[in-house]
């Protein structure tokens, strides 16, 4: 390994792939690696020449050749795939374990953030996916760490989730005591270049699960905040999670169709039941005593995006 090891990423300009490129391009981490590259269907869009010009390196790639990645990826020490993961993704992630395999790349960040699905006890086309192309890397003799961050935090308050905040209503599954985490997408960039920087010191350091939360709290917790943000009371409501059970499992969807529409139910039902409770993390690991950065906490997050 060289002492400044290289970054390729994919999806560099996605949702979340953004927040990526600008933590490792951060002040805070830029120093500890060598070139960043991007892999990208276009090297000449205007997203491609406005990395260009922050000093990235874009290499345009045909995802389905994989020969053609590899080359890319040639002299490459770190690979982390932020396109959205997905089934329609599925073949593009595949090609690039194979790419990244085929060029020696020493590790690996899949395309893995959201819910530990190794805590799901049933089965979803997403989060299957997700358990697919990880065991496809491990198999293809790629050092994996994977992200696991619960929830985004810029999707906590729409109704789907149960934060209806026209109506001043929370909705639970179970009890309103349930611990749950939310991770801002801001903390997951910072949290992919830690994890780096840190393998880059000690591999052996890194988890093959990495943990982390921007903020964990009860329901009751976040009535209170948002009660006290608004200025008018929130009011709460249970549901019994036996019965969201029995009705998410009933139109669990199958592989190929689009589960989008009620992806949310999903996550509520893993919110009731502990699966999004990362109270226990790896956040000093990776960012001791918020040395690197400080992470989003809700309270925050309200205040800066609240509407009348």
């Known amino acids: 390994m060289s002492p ?35 892999l990208s269907r276009s090297a000449t869009s205007d997203a491609a020449k406005a990395l260009i010009e922050r000093g990235v390196k874009v290499v345009e790639i045909d995802v389905q050749n994989v020969d053609n990645v590899s080359d890319a990826l040639k002299g490459t ?16 992630s595949s090609n690039f374990i194979k790419a990244a395999a085929k060029s020696g790349v020493k590790l690996y960040i899949p ?22 192309i ?17 929830s985004f ?25 349930n611990r749950f985490s939310f991770t801002s997408k801001v903390d997951i960039g910072f949290s992919v270049a830690s994890v780096i920087a840190l393998w880059i010191k000690d591999p052996s350091a890194v988890p093959h699960t990495v943990l982390v939360a921007s903020d964990t709290l009860t329901y009751e917790n976040v009535q209170e905040i948002l009660s006290k943000a608004y200025g008018r009371q929130f009011s709460l409501v249970t549901e019994d999670p036996n019965v969201v ?29 502990g699966v999004g409770d990362h109270s226990v993390n790896h956040n000093e690991l ?3 005593g918020e040395k690197y950065w400080k992470w989003k906490k809700i309270a925050d997050y309200i205040e800066d995006t609240k509407s009348t």
């Not at 090891?5 to 994919?10: D, F, K, L, R, S």
């Not at 953004?18 to 830029?30: C, D, K, V």
């Not at 020490?77 to 593009?92: K, R």
Request: aromatic residues 10%.
């Open 4 to 38: 400044l090891p290289n970054i390729a990423v994919a999806g560099a300009t996605g949702n979340l792939g953004t927040h990526i490129i600008n933590a490792l391009l951060s002040p805070t981490f830029r120093p500890k690696f060598g070139e960043i590259i991007v």
């Open 77 to 92: 020490d770190v690979f982390v795939d932020a396109i959205v993961s997905n089934p329609d993704t599925t073949a593009a």
């Open 111 to 132: 395309s893995d953030f959201g819910f530990d699905y190794q805590r799901i006890d049933f089965q979803h086309p997403l989060w299957e996916g997700k358990r697919a």
């Open 134 to 150: 990880r065991e496809e890397a491990i198999n293809a003799g790629l050092r994996v760490a994977r992200l696991s961050v619960s």
């Open 153 to 177: 935090l810029e999707d906590l308050f729409n109704a789907p989730l149960g934060f209806d905040i026209v109506n001043s209503t929370i909705t639970v599954v179970g009890s309103a005591d």
């Open 245 to 273: 059970k029995k009705n998410a499992l009933a139109q669990l969807p199958k592989p190929g169709d689009n589960f989008w529409a009620t992806i949310f139910l999903y996550f509520r039902l893993l919110h009731a039941n």
């Open 286 to 288: 990776i960012n001791p």
